[in-house]
T-cell receptor, first 112, second 113 residues
């Protein structure tokens, strides 16, 4: 049973537009959430995180929104750039176990 | 450079072979992890070590045997694997406290023939 779900396997966006990547989770014990970016033949790299006590966290072009009642989070990238093309993984964890549970990833393609 | 180094980057092994994957972290972290990434599946957590002690074994078959001799090194010993074990194996480390991100190595691409 997948506790973290990314229902869109891929997303294509024009350069300069907004990219919105979505993630849903089922475990109400999760208290922090992260987004990772992965290029082919490389390990995932941390992008941005949010604690369950917040509903928004912004870092430059990247903003993560958390809706706890809906158990939903999203990553907004604006403006999107071709270098943003990668697989984006959503991950969730609870502070008691230090385990991160990952989604299946969404392949983002930013078209020039 | 992520501070987490995995060797080898690629490995091809037969089903009767014994091999080991190595991970080393230079970040002073207390927790280390093994993840498996198969095509079209989420990153699957395999093992967690905190301060060299195994705190999680996520129902991993015994043909995968982890070893953590110290907080900086983590091994995954492989024995009599199956072709379906072919995947990208990722090592990660974290500070071990709540709400900290994990840093990943570049992974070992394993092919079992």
């Amino acid at each position: 049973d997948q506790q973290v779900k990314q229902n869109s396997p891929s997303l294509s966006v024009q350069e300069g537009r907004i990219s919105i990547l979505n993630c849903d989770y089922t475990n109400s014990m999760f208290d922090y959430f992260l987004w990772y970016k992965k290029y082919p033949a490389e390990g995932p790299t941390f992008l941005i995180s949010i604690s369950s006590i917040k509903d928004k966290n912004e870092d430059g072009r990247f903003t993560v929104f958390l809706n706890k009642s809906a158990k939903h989070l999203s990553l907004h990238i604006v403006p999107s750039q071709p270098g943003d093309s990668a697989v984006y993984f959503c991950a969730a964890g609870d502070g008691a176990t230090n385990k991160l549970i990952f989604g299946t990833g969404t392949l983002l393609a930013v078209q020039p | 450079e992520t501070g987490v180094t995995q060797t080898p980057r690629h490995l091809v092994m037969g089903m009767t072979n014994k091999k080991s994957l190595k991970c080393e972290q230079h970040l002073g972290h207390n927790a280390m992890y093994w993840y498996k990434q198969s095509a079209k599946k989420p990153l699957e957590l395999m093992f967690v070590y905190n301060f060299k002690e195994q705190t999680e074994n996520n129902s991993v078959p015994s043909r995968f045997s982890p070893e953590c001799p110290n907080s900086s090194h983590l091994f995954l010993h492989l024995h009599t694997l199956q072709p379906e074990d072919s995947a990208l194996y990722l090592c990660a480390s974290s500070q071990g406290s709540a709400n900290t991100e994990a840093f990943f190595g570049q992974g070992t691409r394993l092919t079992v023939v």
